[in-house]
């Protein structure tokens, strides 16, 4: 029973080019009860393994988190697959508004503690009590609104290259950093104000307009499906944009284009810029914004230190860092020192 990845990234990128055919970059949560996430994690496995699904999964108690690539023939048998699950049967799918055939390369299922590392215990309060779900029309006039506070419930390298304008953007790491730095901040407004958030999709703002409500947050609202699905009510629908810039989403695309704007720069030179890379010095591998005439400058690195072990050869680049960790300098994601322009 195969229950691992038995090709590598660059097989499986070969072999999507040889096919030729199209696939779709989605993604979806679920909140519920998973008695045994070790039997469903092998489940979803051994089944999207023969559908060519390949993807980012995490499977806890609590529910799952996945984001995924599909082959577009077999996006029906997928979505059958999904509604013969219980908890699964017409779930919301975020379909990613910019497609690519590679935005994942392998299919990688989890079992973890938890679908989003929140740093909260959740019996200390009612993860059900959650805020109410507006859509795009509906969260366009609440954002309008003077008696309105809007929160960007993502870390500060998503929200650099786009957010919705007036949001409050906490200049934070992770996702658990934010939500004490928010109440804290937010403390006085508890009752006098509308307390509105978004995400990339949507799960963050799950737990979080419940803790909020808990900690008494008397108005909560969230933005139902996050970005992506307030992307497309806005197409669909024709309604007025107020996202600037890039949406980051955690494939090897790293950004969709919602506007025009760009409203970040590039971390090497300054100038208007909001492509994030990850350093090619595999040793680095940090993530950072880097402008076309920088990339080619500094051979897709972010240091000159990284440039020069870069141009070793590989086998002298796996010798300097044997035995070593993986630097903690790539969850810093733009907070290196040797970025002179980092936000």
């Not at 979803?44 to 393994?49: Q, R």
């Not at 559908?51 to 609590?62: D, K, N, P, T």
């Not at 939500?179 to 937010?186: G, Y």
């Not at 955690?250 to 030179?269: A, T």
Request: aromatic fraction near 8%; include cysteine; proline fraction near 2%.
């Amino acid at each position: 029973m195969q229950l691992y990845n038995t090709l590598s990234a660059k097989e499986r990128e070969k072999l999507i080019e040889e096919a030729g055919k199209d696939r779709l970059t989605i993604s979806f949560y679920k909140y519920a009860h998973i008695g045994n996430p070790h039997i469903l994690r092998n489940h979803l496995f051994i089944t999207w393994n023969e559908m060519e699904v390949l993807g980012r999964i995490y499977v806890a108690h609590e529910g799952i988190n996945a984001q995924l690539s599909v082959p577009a023939e077999k996006f029906g048998n997928f979505k059958n697959h999904l509604d013969s699950i219980s908890f699964l049967e017409n779930v919301r799918l975020n379909i990613a508004i910019e497609q690519d055939n590679k935005s994942f390369l392998k299919l990688k299922v989890k079992v973890r503690k938890k679908i989003v590392a929140d740093g909260l215990n959740d019996a200390t309060f009612d993860v059900t009590n959650k805020g109410i779900h507006v859509g795009a029309e509906e969260f366009n006039r609440l954002i309008e609104d003077p008696d309105t506070v809007l929160v960007d419930m993502r870390n500060h390298y998503e929200s650099e290259i786009g957010h919705f304008k007036n949001a409050i953007t906490p200049d934070v790491d992770t996702f658990r950093d934010s939500l004490d730095i928010i109440e804290k901040d937010l403390a006085e407004h508890k009752e006098d104000k509308k307390l509105v958030m978004y995400c990339t999709g949507g799960i963050r703002c799950e737990k979080a307009s419940a803790y909020y409500k808990h900690k008494g947050f008397k108005n909560v609202y969230q933005l139902e499906g996050g970005i992506i699905e307030y992307t497309r009510q806005v197409r669909d629908q024709n309604l007025e944009n107020k996202f600037l810039g890039k949406n980051f989403v955690f494939d090897h695309r790293r950004g969709e284009r919602i506007s025009e704007d760009v409203i970040s720069h590039c971390h090497q030179c300054g100038k208007p810029c909001d492509t994030h890379v990850n350093c090619a010095n595999e040793a680095c591998h940090l993530l950072f914004i880097q402008c076309e005439e920088c990339a080619e400058a500094m051979d897709q690195c972010c240091s000159v230190e990284c440039q020069e072990i870069h141009a070793l050869p590989i086998e002298e680049q796996k010798r300097l860092r044997k035995g070593k960790g993986a630097s903690n300098k790539i969850f810093k994601k733009g907070r290196s020192p040797v970025l002179k322009y980092k936000r």
